[in-house]
């Protein structure tokens, strides 16, 4: 109040408002003695009194009028005229009450409008938590928190925390129930928090696959009559048994939940229906099935139900009806607009931003999604249905294809036909599918691209290099932006090992495709070629952080840190590729390889053995266990290993000859003879096991030792003869060549590459016979070792193609050809 400043008399702006006259005091009407009595008798009838106020009515006693001073009120006078001056007060034109101002200003009250000489406001009553209905209170909002928080658990998928929620939940609930119980006020019980509870409960059980205990919490919702439209769960209650595999109560509960559901939920009615339609084809009930589908299809079609219609007439193999319903799938309304709503058709900017703004929002995304679906839908039912609705499945191709054009699918029609073309594939009719996709290079970009990348695709698998470049390049003048026709075109130069310009086109796929795994692993090989490892490797790692359990990835990984000098990395990754294909043999091998080189035989022998045991043709790895064995002096299990080297290389003398040193290596001398002659009838000349069979025939005193000395003899004096020869044909080979130096340019290449090619021929055809320190082999061990091809070795370095291989060739040694061969 010390900022409120009062007005002087002279200035006061509300003088005269208070100057009324007194008779219109209203505030001491209740202590004015003539006016109560007047009030309650008919005094107040009275005529008015002309002289002195009676002394006996208000006994003089004056009263306080808005000036301050005591007047007497004349409460019998009758009411004065209006604007009449009584006692020199003029009555005031407005009222008093409504603006804000009384008489009691003048009483030595200061001017305060707003009340604020009053103080502040009294502090809130606090809230008595300790009465029971605010403890009711309290604990319903801690079963709704609960509640919610169950829900938003479940929303991440912290399953488990969600079902401890929801347990906590009903704990708290049965406790408020106790609670009112005892308070005696259970006709308050909150029903729909009882019902939030156990069906939270439920629908948690549920989600952690506690069928029996979600089984439970159903019941005792469903039996309870106070719970309105509890029917409805019975369909949750019918999905747990289908889960289960408990397709006949499944059936049951679905139909009971149907029947207490009303006609005014059709949408929810068909969803049910579409289930039992389900359960019935997992019960191969075909006819029932079909029953529900065609009256879901007749009430409100669906692509889902359409496409199951087909299955069941193709189980039962209804060639006619496969038909109609085919018909009745690609006539199914999608309910979205056309795409032109979404190209500007005006210049007006606000409709173009509109537009812009509309064109990626989630409806858009969503009509999408249900477009791809439908295609998916009609494109498998077509693949399923050709081969049987006609003769041949070229014929029932052609007529899906026929249908597919008159139906809003327009554009489905070239995707079948090369669906076709890729049938021919499978079947192992490679002309036919050239044929089927060379019609596609008079269409449109987009078809003339995909089916161009295919036959790039094909004629690459087959090595026809050349009709493979022409392709891609024809994918790629169609549909620059095709990853796939650049892939392709890259390979064509990789083989032609043009590994930089290869580089730069698989460089361009990741511009147009960045998730483009097949032009990554390229170009990773295109670096390890060009002995870039370190971008190589980088290529690798990024693949792996994409396709993270890739054994082509990690193995190619290995490779590279083996190359570059780190063996213990390349041990890692391939103890990784391991994880994922734990039964592959030859990485197995190459892991014994890198431990062996490291110097620890225990672990090298431990994965040599477990190669040994998944492929045990592996030359190299049999090589390796048989000399360990007789490095650690255990001769009698090498045989074995160098037994099955022989049964796999029969004409290679080298294992036979092992086989017979171990056994006399072990003390077996009768077994290492009959051994040394059966090779020496296979192989006469060769020297090494003639040597053999005269030591061992004069050891145990033999009368053959005469016949093999001489044997041994003459196949000496046959390699000298040899070694005279290979040593003659190196020195007219050497000899050709000075000459050639010596004549003209051009007669001196003549002589040069004459004599060269016969010392050549000479060299190699003395280099094929045997030696004596050599053995004999009817093979040359190169072409041998050649069939022994490390599918993780040279095979993973063949480069990804950018088209598609068919589905059903899903070998590993095959992964790196790319997916399913499918238009792009």
Same mark, same amino acid.
């Given at each position: 109040?010390?900022?409120?400043?009062?007005?002087?008399?002279?200035?006061?702006?509300?003088?005269?408002?208070?100057?009324?006259?007194?008779?219109?005091?209203?505030?001491?009407?209740?202590?004015?003695?003539?006016?109560?009595?007047?009030?309650?008798?008919?005094?107040?009838?009275?005529?008015?009194?002309?002289?002195?106020?009676?002394?006996?009515?208000?006994?003089?006693?004056?009263?306080?009028?808005?000036?301050?001073?005591?007047?007497?009120?004349?409460?019998?006078?009758?009411?004065?005229?209006?604007?009449?001056?009584?006692?020199?007060?003029?009555?005031?034109?407005?009222?008093?009450?409504?603006?804000?101002?009384?008489?009691?200003?003048?009483?030595?009250?200061?001017?305060?409008?707003?009340? &604020?000489?009053?103080?502040?406001?009294?502090?809130?009553?606090?809230?008595?938590?300790?009465?029971?209905?605010?403890? $009711?209170? $309290?604990?319903?909002?801690?079963?709704?928190?609960?509640?919610?928080?169950?829900?938003?658990?479940?929303?991440?998928?912290?399953?488990?925390?969600?079902?401890?929620?929801?347990?906590?939940?009903?704990?708290?609930?049965?406790? @408020?129930?106790?609670?009112?119980?005892?308070?005696?006020?259970?006709?308050?019980?909150?029903?729909? @928090?009882?019902?939030?509870?156990?069906?939270?409960?439920?629908?948690?059980?549920?989600?952690?696959?506690?069928?029996?205990?979600?089984?439970?919490?159903?019941?005792?919702?469903?039996?309870?009559?106070?719970?309105?439209?509890?029917?409805?769960?019975?369909?949750?209650?019918?999905?747990?048994?289908?889960?289960?595999?408990?397709?006949?109560?499944?059936?049951?509960?679905?139909?009971?939940?149907?029947?207490?559901?009303?006609?005014?939920?059709?949408?929810?009615?068909?969803? $049910?229906? &579409?289930?039992?339609?389900?359960?019935?084809?997992?019960?191969?009930?075909?006819?029932?099935?079909?029953?529900?589908?065609?009256?879901?299809?007749?009430?409100?079609?669906?692509?889902?139900?359409?496409?199951?219609?087909?299955?069941?007439?193709?189980?039962?193999?209804?060639?006619?009806?496969?038909?109609?319903?085919?018909?009745?799938?690609?006539?199914?309304?999608?309910?979205?607009?056309?795409?032109?709503?979404?190209?500007?058709?005006?210049?007006?900017?606000?409709?173009?931003?509109?537009?812009?703004?509309?064109?990626?929002?989630?409806?858009?995304?969503?009509?999408?999604?249900?477009?791809?679906?439908?295609?998916?839908?009609?494109?498998?039912?077509?693949?399923?249905?050709?081969?049987?609705?006609?003769?041949?499945?070229?014929?029932?191709?052609?007529?899906?294809?026929?249908?597919?054009?008159?139906?809003?699918?327009?554009?489905?029609?070239?995707?079948?036909?090369?669906?076709?073309?890729?049938?021919?594939?499978?079947?192992?009719?490679?002309?036919?599918?050239?044929?089927?996709?060379?019609?596609?290079?008079?269409?449109?970009?987009?078809?003339?691209?995909?089916?161009?990348?295919?036959?790039?695709?094909?004629?690459?698998?087959?090595?026809?290099?050349?009709?493979?470049?022409?392709?891609?390049?024809?994918?790629?003048?169609?549909?620059?932006?095709?990853?796939?026709?650049?892939?392709?075109?890259?390979?064509?130069?990789?083989?032609?090992?043009?590994?930089?310009?290869?580089?730069?086109?698989?460089?361009?796929?990741?511009?147009?495709?960045?998730?483009?795994?097949?032009?990554?692993?390229?170009?990773?090989?295109?670096?390890?070629?060009?002995?870039?490892?370190?971008?190589?490797?980088?290529?690798? @790692?990024?693949?792996?952080?994409?396709?993270?359990?890739?054994?082509?990835?990690?193995?190619?990984?290995?490779?590279?840190?083996?190359?570059?000098?780190?063996?213990?990395?390349?041990?890692?990754?391939?103890?990784?590729?391991?994880?994922?294909?734990?039964?592959?043999?030859?990485?197995?091998?190459?892991?014994?390889?890198?431990?062996?080189?490291?110097?620890?035989?225990? &672990?090298?022998?431990?994965?040599?053995?477990?190669?040994?045991?998944?492929?045990?043709?592996?030359?190299?790895?049999?090589?390796?266990?048989?000399?360990?064995?007789?490095?650690?002096?255990?001769?009698?299990?090498?045989?074995?290993?160098?037994?099955?080297?022989?049964?796999?290389?029969?004409?290679?003398?080298?294992?036979?000859?092992?086989?017979?040193?171990?056994?006399?290596?072990?003390?077996?001398? &009768?077994?290492?003879?009959?051994?040394?002659?059966?090779?020496?009838?296979?192989?006469?000349?060769?020297?090494?096991?003639?040597?053999?069979?005269?030591?061992?025939?004069?050891?145990?005193?033999?009368?053959?030792?005469?016949?093999?000395?001489?044997?041994?003899?003459?196949?000496?004096?046959?390699?000298?003869?040899?070694?005279?020869?290979?040593?003659?044909?190196?020195?007219?080979?050497?000899?050709?060549?000075?000459?050639?130096?010596?004549?003209?340019?051009?007669?001196?290449?003549?002589?040069?590459?004459?004599?060269?090619?016969?010392?050549?021929?000479?060299?190699?055809?003395?280099?094929?016979?045997?030696?004596?320190?050599?053995?004999?082999?009817?093979?040359?061990?190169?072409?041998?070792?050649?069939?022994?091809?490390?599918?993780?070795?040279?095979?993973?370095?063949?480069?990804?193609?950018?088209?598609?291989?068919?589905?059903?060739?899903?070998?590993?040694?095959?992964?790196?050809?790319?997916?399913?061969?499918?238009?792009?």
């Amino acid at each position: 109040m010390e900022n409120v400043h009062l007005a002087v008399e002279e200035d006061d702006l509300y003088l005269g408002y208070n100057d009324y006259n007194p008779t219109f005091d209203s505030e001491e009407l209740e202590n004015d003695v003539g006016f109560q009595q007047a009030v309650r008798t008919s005094h107040g009838r009275r005529p008015p009194m002309t002289a002195k106020f009676p002394g006996t009515a208000i006994g003089g006693r004056p009263l306080v009028s808005s000036f301050g001073s005591r007047v007497p009120m004349a409460s019998s006078m009758g009411r004065p005229m209006t604007g009449a001056v009584q006692d020199g007060s003029a009555r005031p034109m407005t009222a008093v009450r409504a603006a804000g101002y009384s008489s009691s200003l003048m009483r030595g009250s200061t001017f305060d409008p707003l009340g &604020q000489s009053k103080g502040p406001a009294p502090p809130l009553e606090a809230k008595n938590e300790d009465t029971a209905e605010e403890k $009711i209170k $309290i604990l319903e909002k801690k079963v709704n928190d609960l509640i919610e928080e169950s829900c938003m658990a479940q929303s991440i998928g912290a399953l488990q925390l969600a079902l401890e929620k929801a347990k906590e939940a009903g704990r708290k609930e049965r406790a @408020l129930i106790r609670q009112r119980e005892a308070s005696g006020n259970t006709e308050h019980i909150n029903l729909d @928090l009882t019902y939030s509870v156990l069906l939270n409960l439920a629908n948690q059980y549920a989600n952690n696959e506690m069928y029996p205990e979600a089984l439970n919490s159903y019941h005792v919702i469903v039996k309870n009559k106070m719970f309105t439209n509890a029917g409805r769960l019975k369909v949750n209650m019918a999905n747990i048994y289908f889960k289960q595999k408990n397709y006949p109560k499944a059936i049951k509960f679905y139909r009971m939940a149907l029947d207490q559901i009303s006609n005014t939920h059709k949408e929810l009615r068909i969803k $049910i229906m &579409q289930n039992i339609g389900v359960v019935f084809v997992r019960l191969g009930q075909y006819s029932d099935a079909i029953t529900s589908f065609e009256h879901i299809m007749a009430e409100s079609p669906n692509i889902k139900t359409g496409f199951n219609l087909i299955l069941c007439y193709y189980a039962i193999g209804d060639r006619e009806r496969m038909k109609k319903a085919f018909q009745k799938l690609i006539s199914v309304p999608l309910g979205i607009d056309d795409e032109d709503k979404y190209i500007p058709a005006s210049d007006d900017p606000s409709s173009n931003m509109v537009i812009e703004a509309i064109k990626n929002d989630k409806l858009h995304q969503m009509e999408r999604d249900l477009k791809v679906l439908a295609e998916k839908y009609i494109m498998t039912a077509a693949k399923l249905i050709a081969p049987a609705i006609e003769t041949s499945f070229a014929s029932g191709f052609d007529w899906c294809v026929d249908m597919v054009k008159c139906s809003q699918y327009v554009e489905l029609a070239n995707d079948l036909e090369i669906n076709k073309a890729i049938t021919y594939l499978r079947q192992k009719d490679f002309n036919q599918a050239v044929e089927t996709l060379k019609t596609f290079e008079k269409k449109d970009s987009r078809v003339k691209s995909a089916a161009a990348t295919n036959l790039s695709f094909l004629y690459f698998l087959e090595k026809d290099y050349d009709q493979a470049d022409r392709y891609a390049d024809l994918a790629m003048n169609a549909d620059r932006y095709n990853p796939a026709a650049l892939i392709n075109k890259g390979n064509t130069v990789f083989v032609k090992k043009d590994y930089e310009k290869a580089a730069e086109f698989y460089k361009e796929a990741l511009r147009n495709d960045s998730s483009c795994t097949e032009a990554l692993y390229n170009l990773g090989l295109s670096y390890k070629r060009m002995n870039r490892l370190e971008e190589g490797l980088d290529c690798f @790692l990024k693949l792996h952080s994409i396709l993270r359990n890739s054994a082509e990835v990690m193995y190619q990984l290995a490779h590279l840190y083996e190359q570059l000098g780190d063996p213990q990395q390349a041990i890692e990754w391939l103890m990784q590729v391991i994880g994922v294909t734990p039964t592959d043999p030859h990485v197995l091998a190459k892991l014994g390889k890198l431990h062996d080189d490291e110097g620890d035989k225990s &672990q090298a022998f431990q994965y040599y053995s477990e190669s040994f045991r998944y492929f045990p043709s592996n030359i190299d790895v049999i090589e390796w266990l048989g000399a360990y064995y007789i490095e650690t002096q255990f001769c009698e299990k090498a045989i074995q290993y160098f037994e099955r080297a022989t049964l796999i290389q029969p004409n290679f003398v080298k294992w036979q000859l092992i086989v017979a040193s171990c056994y006399r290596r072990s003390g077996n001398y &009768q077994k290492a003879l009959e051994t040394y002659k059966e090779i020496h009838r296979r192989f006469p000349e060769n020297v090494e096991c003639l040597r053999f069979l005269v030591r061992l025939s004069t050891d145990m005193g033999l009368k053959e030792v005469q016949e093999y000395a001489t044997k041994l003899k003459k196949a000496e004096k046959m390699k000298e003869i040899r070694e005279q020869r290979v040593k003659s044909g190196r020195e007219n080979s050497a000899r050709g060549r000075r000459e050639g130096s010596t004549g003209s340019a051009d007669s001196g290449r003549s002589g040069r590459s004459s004599s060269s090619s016969k010392g050549e021929r000479l060299s190699a055809k003395m280099r094929s016979l045997p030696g004596s320190n050599e053995p004999y082999e009817a093979s040359n061990p190169k072409e041998l070792d050649a069939s022994y091809v490390d599918p993780l070795g040279p095979q993973m370095d063949r480069p990804k193609t950018g088209a598609k291989k068919p589905a059903d060739d899903d070998d590993f040694a095959d992964e790196d050809l790319g997916d399913d061969l499918l238009p792009e």
